[in-house]
């Protein structure tokens, strides 16, 4: 059973830099897994930020920025605002055709 | 401007059938791999099924194989899922979404609809 793993939660301070990671429990994380990143709001559909490793989905700003660190895929947030408070999915692709979401994390700006 | 439209939940008795459908329209329907993922109540996002842009190719997380049946019909730009046997755990938000490409390979899902609650209960 591949797991995805996620940080549970995170805070950063406002104006701050935070760094969520995506992880595998039986790999290292690279490109080939093409990590995505999406954001969530209670009650609203995800909104994709980062694909495919580090390309920015249309309209998102540039202070989103995807990569990979070590062996996990990250995403970098800077320059935090208050609407930046949600959770955040990554989402693998397996080599089989399918794909797994990790458990996400929740943000908190204070 | 792409617009991914999901209809067909409800409430359904355990043991019951659905079929879920999604709208696609602002893109070439066809030029692009979809999916559904899944969302149970106050829980994370889960994938459910890919399909590749020709209907070729279908993929299904183990907790759905041999339940739905993901397929597309693309004169239509129509998505489907045929859901069969629910059982309660299957109650979730279900999220229409495009992959980036034409393959369900090497792509990820990057744009959504705004979902269909379905619930499983007796």
């Known amino acids: 059973q591949t797991v995805v793993t996620q940080e549970p939660s995170f805070s950063v301070s406002p104006g701050g830099t935070v760094t969520l990671t995506c992880g595998l429990s039986?790999?290292?994380?690279?490109?080939?897994?093409?990590p995505s990143w999406y954001q969530q709001t209670p009650g609203q559909a995800p909104r994709t930020l980062i694909y495919?490793?580090?390309t920015r989905s249309s309209g998102v700003p540039d202070r989103f920025s995807g990569s990979i660190l070590g062996n996990k895929a990250a995403l970098t947030i800077t320059g935090a605002q208050a609407d930046d408070e949600c959770d955040y999915y990554c989402v693998l692709y397996m080599r089989s055709g399918i794909s797994v979401f990790g458990g996400g994390t929740k943000v908190t700006v204070l | 401007e792409v617009q991914l439209l999901e209809s067909g939940g409800g409430l359904v008795q355990p043991g019951g059938s659905l079929r879920l459908s999604c709208a696609g329209s602002g893109f070439t329907f066809s030029n692009y791999a979809m999916n559904w993922v899944r969302q149970a109540p106050g829980k994370g996002l889960e994938w459910v099924s890919s399909i590749s842009g020709t209907g070729g190719s279908t993929y299904y997380a183990d907790s759905v194989k041999g339940r739905f049946t993901i397929s597309r019909d693309n004169p239509t730009n129509t998505l489907y899922l045929q859901m069969n046997s629910l059982r309660a755990e299957d109650t979730a938000v279900y999220y229409c979404?495009?992959?980036?490409?034409?393959?369900?390979?090497?792509?990820?899902?990057?744009?959504w609809g705004q979902g269909t609650l379905v619930t499983v209960s007796s």
């Open positions: 979404a495009k992959r980036s490409g034409i393959t369900v390979s090497n792509t990820s899902p990057a744009d």
């Open positions: 039986s790999d290292s994380v690279s490109s080939s897994y093409y």
């Open positions: 495919n490793t580090n």
